[in-house]
């Protein structure tokens, strides 16, 4: 089955500043080397959709989605928080970034496509139940899996999260739920400073110290996260497709290669081919040297399209 990558236009137009790191030349890097890469023969192109009001209400407190539809500003820029601010665009952006995620799930549940890769910004995985945080609006991971649940009734679904920081939105937002398993790894400490003292029976926290490197990385993998996944048996992995660990990406500090992508891409391909169908959602997180996030992604789809 073909894999399938979703996107919309809208999501380049949300900008917050020639200076931060989470700008629409990230897309424009991802696209450039899919063009290069040969595999555009493979992949299905699909046009994201907006998220609906209630899509979002299954993963954000009500009154903080009302807020973000109000400060929404029509000129200029606001700050939701030190790092996260939206322009006139931003708003369209953060619905079709989560909508894309939302639009990989059905597409993949319809049986239409095997897998997705949604090259979309904002990302998600800092956006709590009640805020923004750390460049993401909206939960777009979060999101994801609750309309996997409530739509597909599905009762399972895995998010392994490889992003540098803590997926510290996600882990708001379904902690204590035990229909998601949630793993994430991260630097540790660095931003945002949780996760390494979670306790919770549904969160498999990964805390790493700088200069880890691949290595390392996989064997904690191995041993902390993929059997935890392999025993949840989900129906459908999510990932949080963070490539800001690659030892290029100077907004941190962890040293991991375009060929750590690709194992850990495999190993899910497996893990999904065993008790979900094949179905994986990949959502763009973090990544800010350009030439590093391009060819990491390249590397993500090839394991996914087992071309590598
Ligand atoms: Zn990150």
């Known amino acids: 089955m073909t894999l399938g990558i979703i996107s919309n236009t809208r999501c380049k137009l949300h900008e917050m500043g020639d200076s931060h ?6 897309l424009d890097a991802i696209e450039d080397q899919l063009a290069d890469s040969g595999l555009e023969a493979l992949v299905s192109r699909y046009k994201a959709t907006r998220v609906t009001r209630e899509q979002l209400l299954a993963a954000h407190d009500a009154r903080y989605i009302e807020l973000v539809y109000e400060v929404a500003p029509k000129e200029g820029m606001i700050w939701l928080d030190g790092d996260t601010a939206m322009n006139p665009h931003s708003l369209a ?8 995620a939302v639009m990989g ?3 993949v549940m319809q ?3 095997g897998q997705v890769f949604c090259p979309v910004r904002p990302p998600g995985h ?23 649940i409530n739509h597909w009734q599905l009762e399972r679904v895995a998010i392994v999260d490889f992003d540098v920081h803590h997926g510290n939105g996600t882990e708001d937002i379904v902690s204590g739920d035990d229909r998601i398993l949630l793993c994430s790894s991260f630097q540790h400490p660095f931003y945002p400073g949780t996760g390494a003292d979670t306790n919770v029976p549904n969160i498999v926290n990964m805390p790493l110290p700088a200069g880890t490197d691949g290595a390392t990385f996989r064997k904690v993998m191995k041993e902390q996260c993929l059997p935890r996944v392999q025993q949840f048996a989900p ?9 800001d660990a690659h030892r290029a990406d100077h907004l941190a500090m962890l040293n991991l290669v375009e060929e750590d992508y690709a194992w850990i891409t495999r190993e899910l391909v497996q893990l999904a081919a065993l ?6 959602v990949s959502c763009l997180e973090g990544g800010y040297n350009l030439q590093a996030l391009a060819s990491s992604v390249e590397a993500h789809l090839r394991a996914m399209l087992d071309q590598d």
Not at 129 to 138: D, E, H, Q, S, V
Not at 275 to 280: C, D, F, L, N, Q
């Open 21 to 26: 790191p989470e700008q629409p030349a990230r």
């Open 93 to 100: 952006a953060a619905e079709y970034a989560a909508g894309a």
């Open 105 to 107: 799930v059905d597409l």
């Open 111 to 113: 049986g239409e496509v």
């Open 126 to 148: 800092h956006a709590v139940k009640r805020g923004a945080m750390g460049f993401c609006i909206f939960s777009n991971v979060a999101i994801a899996a609750y309309h996997a």
């Open 235 to 243: 129906q459908l992995i999510l990932i949080s497709a963070g490539f």
């Open 275 to 280: 008790s979900a169908e094949g179905r994986i």
